[in-house]
């Protein structure tokens, strides 16, 4: 719920994985013990994580407006959302 004012969205991610030494594997070609390949993480994961968050935002923010005016058809929608703005008007 909004009274108009900015919507502040708080999120958390998990540290980004990395392999500083490789693993022990088996190389499924040949069937023979192996190293996993050594992993290279990301000094900073935000500029991709803002993008998933904003997305993941717009999606819930989407899914309110649906529950509030939704119907079968756009024009169903936008007949539902002008007859809110106008009852509050």
Do not use: H, Q
Not at 58 to 83: T, V
């Amino acid at each position: 719920m909004s009274n108009g004012e900015k919507i502040i969205i708080r999120a958390a991610m998990k540290p980004i994985p990395t392999l500083g030494k490789p693993l022990k594997t088996v190389d499924l070609k040949t069937g023979e013990p192996a190293d996993a390949a050594r992993e290279r993480a990301d000094v900073c994961a935000l500029p991709a994580a803002s993008i998933v968050g904003r997305a993941m935002a717009a999606l819930e923010l989407a899914r309110a407006f649906l529950e509030k005016f939704g119907g079968d058809s756009m024009e169903e929608i936008s007949r539902n959302y002008r007859g809110y703005m106008d009852s509050i008007s």
